[in-house]
RNA sequence: CGGGGAGUGGCGCAGUCCGGUAGCGCAUCUGCUUUGGGAGCAGAGGGUCGCAGGUUCGAAUCCUGUCUCCCCGACCA
């Protein structure tokens, strides 16, 4: 192809993108190496869960490849992360995962950082470093980036991955070293500002994990000199969560739709129990205040001109005085979230995926490949499904029956459609919804009805 | 980093104390029979026992060193 010269590309029917919003997935053409039996160095039952359904699997201690469903689960939550931060007024970039250790010198957090911070040497002898968080580089680039006070306020976000260098590595992917993060980081001219941007991304962290469908509980969590009250956690509940949490039961009176939620759920008590030992009185009644356990996934705090001021990001305000802009920085741990997910959401046979977070949205079962007539309808299902904008994860694989519901109800779709040659000659197909184990006979028309949209 | 435990076919384990040339279940492959909730029978393949030294006629087994992984604790998204 010769440079310097544009060419209009060819059009022709090769070149067209196939327009199937989701292709359907052969289960005999994908990778999904499930596991019988719980492997010996699994402890909880996230992690135990995620290797047998084939989501991940263990590289090192706290480093993980991630199978093609597993990767499946991180996008669907990357994309809900995403669509709210965008929501929000956040703007999207993306940082390098290794940062120059000089960067990091600038903020004295080099040599603060100390052993869990993962460094590395160039060829040339540069010292370099595998970020653990990107304060440093994010104020950095805005310092260089921008102008004016009037391009303030201003988030941005990227979605990454981090390394920290765990003392201990544990419970799969809720506490490996690796670990897949969106972080965000704002910067505004005044306080006023400030508080507005953390209010945005509470809300923001608030509507995120509601699409998820999950119940996300915000907790006050203990702020440095300059935090004041704006830093929060927000714990997904579990039986196993790690975290053991004190709140007041009202909070889960509070309706998320409520334009007035956010303030409502800050007014609330709510507090991990060693804090909650910590302080002098409790101001919630003993009848009203729950108690919980929850998984850490999200954490937004205020921290002011910490690194502005370390990094030299300041500008001519209107009046001509030097501003140096308030920043605060917002995480959600996306990897760590898919642990937390299982922990919250699984029974005896398996995973049980929120229907937004679910890798497919449906699991069809072929009985009988073998057999023409159930393999035509089963097609047909795949095709229509697909077409009404379901994914479809097709099991065309030539198992016996038993196998083959034991493995959907491992990976956990939120619905599973079983073709095989009891309903065939009759048209019909068997839906179960995966939460509740509820079954039902419908021909073709009313699943689409059902599920098709 | 302190304390504890474990490395033996893909997975789960036995064998180690009392050295004698590696075994069980599941999985895999072949055949037949089965076929709507992890089938049955018959046969087959697959392991330098984490690694490196040492002791011994002989080491999965004893000794020394080393690496890795897991659990409890302090730390953390």
Request: proline share 7%.
């Amino acid at each position: 192809m010769r440079r310097g010269r544009s060419r209009p590309v060819a059009a022709g029917p090769q070149l067209r993108y196939p327009p199937a919003a989701f292709p359907p997935m052969r289960l005999s053409r994908y990778f999904l190496p499930l596991l019988k039996e719980t492997p010996a160095t699994a402890e909880i039952v996230s992690h135990q869960l995620m290797l047998r359904a084939g989501l991940v699997r263990q590289v090192a201690a706290g480093i993980y490849a991630w199978l093609p469903l597993g990767l499946k689960v991180l996008q669907r939550i990357t994309d809900i992360v995403r669509r709210e931060q965008e929501r929000a007024g956040a703007v999207e970039m993306l940082m390098p995962t290794i940062q120059p250790a000089e960067l990091w010198r600038e903020s004295g957090r080099y040599d603060a950082y100390g052993p869990e911070m993962l460094r590395l040497t160039d060829r040339r002898g540069r010292e370099l470093l595998y970020g653990p968080t990107n304060e440093e580089m994010v104020t950095a680039i805005v310092r260089d980036g921008i102008r004016s006070y009037r391009e303030l306020p201003l988030t941005l976000f990227h979605v990454q991955w981090k390394f920290r260098d765990e003392i201990r590595p544990r419970f799969g992917v809720m506490r490996g070293r690796e670990f897949l993060m969106k972080d965000a980081y704002s910067f505004d001219l005044d306080e006023a500002g400030a508080r507005a941007s953390y209010e945005a991304q509470f809300l923001a962290y608030l509507r995120t994990f509601a699409a998820m469908g999950l119940r996300a509980l915000p907790v006050r969590a203990p702020t440095g000199p300059i935090g004041g009250e704006l830093s929060h956690e927000f714990h997904i509940l579990a039986d196993t969560g790690e975290s053991e949490l004190f709140y007041d039961a009202a909070i889960d009176e509070v309706d998320l739709a409520d334009p007035d939620a956010p303030q409502r759920l800050r007014g609330l008590y709510a507090m991990e129990a060693e804090e909650h030992a910590r302080a002098a009185r409790c101001p919630v009644p003993a009848e009203r205040l729950a108690r919980r356990r929850g998984i850490e996934v999200g954490h937004i705090f205020f921290f002011g001109t910490k690194y502005s001021a370390a990094l030299g990001l300041a500008l001519p305000g209107p009046d001509g005085r030097t501003i140096t802009p308030l920043c605060g920085s917002y995480g959600i741990g996306l990897s760590r979230l898919v642990g937390a997910i299982i922990e919250a959401s699984h029974d005896s046979a398996g995973i049980v995926w929120p229907d937004a977070v679910a890798p497919f949205d449906v699991g069809l079962v072929n009985l009988r490949p073998d057999d023409p007539v159930c393999t035509a309808l089963a097609d047909e299902v795949e095709r229509r499904l697909t077409a009404a904008g379901r994914s479809v994860l097709h099991d065309d694989r030539d198992l016996r029956a038993g196998e083959k519901f034991a493995s959907m109800d491992l990976i956990g779709l939120p619905w599973m459609v079983t073709v095989g040659p009891k309903g065939v000659a009759a048209g019909v197909v068997e839906l179960k919804r995966r939460a509740t184990g509820e079954r039902h006979e419908l021909s073709v028309e009313s699943l689409l009805a059902r599920i098709g949209a």
